[in-house]
């Protein structure tokens, strides 16, 4: 077994030459050499005025580096989720200077600074962001004694299912907390061995894992996405134990992991403000979680509330989760309280209408929320309910699903609107958040009155409103429907009307005369010409044509 070192002592501890600390590159990296690495990062801190600095590094042992000597150099360190240009705009506001993957940022010193006390744990502090649910960055300071007792927990609650020579393997970010514990502090602590550069897919987790005795740290993003078809016959033989966080892992990811990769995920359940709360195996615990020791908890109602020193102060935090207990001392999720609205005056809520939504055969993952004043629900369909897309259109889909929720939601609170993408978007966290789902939302085409049909001819009424997705980018500050878009809604709406089965060949006599404007009524006037296999179009206020075409249509290809 490997000694044991306190956070304050990782780079201050003498003697421990040949512990291993990462795999870079392929190459092992032993303590010698990180302590000459956090040397040189030191040297090069204090050499610089400021006290704050963002860190941003993809490679995870050139983070840990720049880490350490940040704080050895009595730096506060701040962790951007991304290196994004309207995220270093803003943070630049905040801090110093910058280290790692930007331009002009701070390079480490050629000299090492001399040898090191060990870190305070309350003056050495970290700044953290977290997208909550809003998607907006909010900042969450955290000082060296919460973290260490995030990693005490962990090695006692974990230490013994997981081998002291695994290399730790991660597909998530150490920029947030979660990756940052698991995948960096811990292994720190440890002496386990971590690999630098993350696990981005199936194909990779595939070929690395098992090779050695193996730890992933996942996320639930990328467990829900393991591949059927790859081999997983060495990771079932190496992986020691699958970490999770960031959201509940649906069931059945948690038996694709088991099944696959031979281990039921260790699931945590926490806040980047509150650190770790539980954890559960879905194998072993099915829907319960299990309280971490150190965490005392009580409910206010059903609504969580717990002290932990992992926690900023000793006092009582009061989540919006609500949970109810159970017979074994800990507890199942209920949904969050926050996540109950009013809807013209009732009373309606999201979380249960999740729950409800996601008992239907069709539907593996839902999230509701609320969009234009209704209840809207994006959600990812089975492989039955993919099939019953295919086969009975949107309409009808969207229809049943209702019809499912009417005996157990409000008429008030039936969603108004659905999307199903193939997954739920997800930012660096590995949340979904909500500005990403009201991305999908927001429509791509008008809505459409269809004022006259014949076999050849129709005409329709489009209302063009400004939340249209197609006028992202096009142009900032003077919005104008797109060229590209009125093509795309005619060959749309042409298929829609006619029987237009051949391939879209080109574009002939193309005008574009007036533009249309956000807001504006126009109508769309669509002529099929089935000798030619031609389709005109006119898009006009009124006798004023905005543009004009005709579309040529051929054979349909069997490549």
């Given at each position: 077994m490997l000694e044991f070192l306190s956070l304050t002592a990782v780079a201050s501890t003498p003697g421990l030459a040949d512990r291993p600390v990462a795999q870079q590159a392929g190459q092992p990296r032993s303590r010698a050499d990180f302590l000459a690495a956090v040397g040189r990062w030191q040297a090069a801190f204090e050499a610089s005025a400021g006290g704050r600095w963002a860190l941003y590094f993809a490679d995870g042992y050139d983070f840990a580096c720049a880490l350490y000597g940040a704080w050895h150099a009595g730096k506060t360190v701040y962790l951007p989720g991304d290196v994004q240009a309207e995220t270093v705009t803003r943070l630049s506001a905040e801090v110093d200077g910058w280290v790692g993957d930007v331009p002009g940022a701070l390079q480490p010193a050629a000299d090492p600074a001399p040898w090191r006390d060990a870190l305070d744990l309350e003056d050495t502090r970290l700044v953290l962001y977290t997208s909550g649910s809003s998607g907006e960055p909010e900042a969450i300071a955290k000082c060296l004694r919460q973290l260490e007792a995030?990693?005490?927990?962990?090695?006692?609650?974990?230490?013994?299912?997981?081998?002291?020579?695994?290399?730790?393997?991660?597909?998530?970010?150490?920029?947030?907390?979660?990756?940052?514990?698991?995948?960096?502090?811990?292994?720190?602590?440890?002496?386990?061995?971590?690999?630098?550069e993350r696990l981005d897919y199936s194909?990779?987790?595939?070929?690395?894992?098992?090779?050695?005795?193996?730890?992933?740290?996942?996320?639930?993003?990328?467990?829900?996405?393991?591949?059927?078809?790859?081999?997983?016959?060495?990771?079932?033989?190496?992986?020691?134990?699958?970490?999770?966080?960031?959201?509940?892992?649906?069931?059945?990811?948690?038996?694709?992991?088991?099944?696959?990769?031979?281990?039921?995920?260790?699931?945590?359940?926490?806040?980047?403000?509150?650190?770790?709360?539980?954890?559960?195996?879905?194998?072993?615990?099915?829907?319960?979680?299990?309280?971490?020791?150190?965490?005392?908890?009580?409910?206010?109602?059903?609504?969580?509330?717990?002290?932990?020193?992992?926690?900023?102060?000793?006092?009582?935090?009061?989540?919006?989760?609500?949970?109810?207990?159970?017979?074994?001392?800990?507890?199942?999720?209920?949904?969050?309280?926050?996540?109950?609205?009013?809807?013209?005056?009732?009373?309606v809520s999201l979380s249960a209408i999740e729950r409800h939504v996601q008992q239907s055969n069709w539907v593996h993952e839902a999230r509701a929320l609320v969009y234009q004043g209704r209840v809207a629900v994006v959600a990812v369909l089975t492989t039955v309910g993919l099939d019953a897309l295919a086969r009975l259109g949107k309409a009808a889909i969207n229809q049943g699903l209702r019809a499912f929720l009417v005996d157990v939601v409000e008429p008030v609170a039936l969603p108004k609107r659905w999307r199903y993408p193939a997954q739920l978007p997800i930012n660096a966290q590995s949340k979904t958040t909500e500005a990403a789902l009201l991305e999908l939302l927001r429509p791509l085409r008008p809505v459409?009155?269809?004022?006259?049909?014949?076999?050849?001819?129709?005409?329709?009424?489009?209302?063009?409103?400004?939340?249209?997705?197609?006028?992202?980018?096009?142009?900032?500050?003077?919005?104008?429907?797109?060229?590209?878009?009125?093509?795309?809604?005619?060959?749309?709406?042409?298929?829609?009307?006619?029987?237009?089965?051949?391939?879209?060949?080109?574009?002939?006599?193309?005008?574009?005369?007036?533009?249309?404007?956000?807001?504006?009524?126009?109508?769309?006037?669509?002529?099929?010409?089935?000798?030619?296999?031609?389709?005109?179009?006119?898009?006009?206020?009124?006798?004023?044509?905005?543009?004009?075409?005709?579309?040529v249509f051929g054979v349909t290809s069997d490549v």
């Open positions: 995030e990693i005490a927990i962990l090695q006692r609650s974990f230490a013994h299912q997981m081998s002291p020579q695994a290399s730790v393997w991660s597909t998530v970010s150490h920029q947030h907390i979660y990756g940052l514990l698991f995948y960096i502090l811990w292994p720190l602590a440890t002496g386990r061995r971590f690999v630098a194909e990779q987790m595939a070929l690395a894992l098992g090779a050695t005795p193996s730890v992933l740290v996942a996320s639930p993003a990328h467990l829900r996405r393991l591949s059927e078809a790859l081999d997983w016959t060495a990771a079932r033989q190496g992986v020691g134990a699958v970490f999770s966080s960031g959201g509940p892992l649906p069931p059945s990811a948690a038996d694709d992991s088991l099944r696959l990769l031979g281990r039921s995920p260790i699931e945590v359940f926490g806040s980047s403000e509150t650190g770790g709360i539980a954890w559960r195996q879905r194998s072993d615990h099915g829907d319960g979680w299990q309280v971490f020791a150190d965490v005392q908890w009580r409910l206010d109602l059903d609504v969580l509330e717990l002290r932990s020193p992992k926690l900023a102060d000793s006092g009582w935090w009061r989540s919006t989760d609500r949970v109810a207990p159970t017979a074994s001392g800990g507890f199942t999720l209920l949904g969050r309280e926050d996540r109950v609205v009013k809807i013209e005056e009732k009373r459409v009155q269809w004022l006259q049909q014949t076999p050849t001819e129709v005409l329709a009424a489009l209302d063009i409103r400004a939340d249209l997705r197609v006028f992202d980018g096009h142009f900032p500050g003077a919005p104008l429907l797109p060229g590209v878009a009125q093509l795309d809604w005619a060959v749309a709406f042409g298929r829609e009307c006619f029987p237009i089965t051949g391939d879209f060949l080109r574009v002939e006599v193309l005008k574009f005369q007036r533009p249309v404007l956000p807001g504006a009524q126009i109508e769309l006037l669509l002529h099929w010409r089935e000798a030619t296999s031609t389709l005109a179009f006119t898009y006009r206020t009124g006798a004023e044509p905005h543009s004009s075409g005709r579309i």
